[in-house]
């Protein structure tokens, strides 16, 4: 059965996403620096956000594991001793919960870092979180679209500083520019622009 065969590729294609991310099963402590040193992406994730940090600025991250969201809230917290857990949109989270969210992130004291997780497909759309002017792509979408439109909440009416977004990729050390999350990176460059090319086009 195509279809069959077809869902075994994309859950295999899933896995290695899930397993260039955050490859250790975490155990009762949570997310631990250590399993933070084993990523690449999450190290990387991290320097950013020191940096964010150090500077007084807000960040989204854009992560559509659930188990990984569920991971990083209490560690974030801890590591820059955050008053609050970080706030979160996913799909479990309710319309007024996610407003509710949003203005809290959006009033919080101008130069006074924090950092709201966001999964792609509930955070991609309809949300102005302009607090924040660093976007980080933790886990990538396969649609170059639904990653610009995410990028998309910081560019909006009302956004004053400049803007950085940030793409961590696992580059393994032997095989470099086939690793798979360059190989993914590749690929959604090369639809973006062809939908680019496309829409200029059109014009």
């Known amino acids: 059965n195509p279809d069959t065969g077809m869902m075994a590729i994309l859950q295999l294609l899933q896995g290695f996403r899930k397993v260039s991310l955050l490859a250790n099963e975490l155990g009762e402590a949570g997310l631990t620096d250590q399993d933070v040193a084993a990523s690449a992406r999450l190290s990387a994730m991290m320097e950013i956000l020191d940096q964010v940090h150090d500077r007084g600025e807000k960040a989204l991250v854009f992560v559509e594991f659930l188990a990984v969201q569920d991971a990083l809230i209490p560690y974030l917290q801890k590591r820059y001793q955050l008053a609050s857990p970080p706030l979160r949109i996913s799909g479990s989270v309710a319309g007024h919960t996610r407003k509710a969210h949003v203005d809290k ?99």
């Open 105 to 203: 992130f959006q009033q919080g004291p101008a130069g006074q870092f924090d950092v709201m997780l966001l999964s792609p497909k509930a955070g991609g759309v309809g949300l102005t979180l302009t607090a924040a002017n660093n976007v980080i792509h933790l886990s990538r979408w396969w649609n170059p679209a639904v990653e610009d439109q995410c990028t998309d909440r910081v560019y909006r009416i009302g956004q004053e500083k400049d803007v950085k977004v940030y793409y961590p990729l696992a580059v393994h050390p032997r095989y470099r520019e086939a690793s798979f999350d360059m190989n993914l990176h590749a690929l959604m460059e090369r639809k973006r622009a062809l939908s680019r090319e496309l829409l200029t086009q059109g014009i």
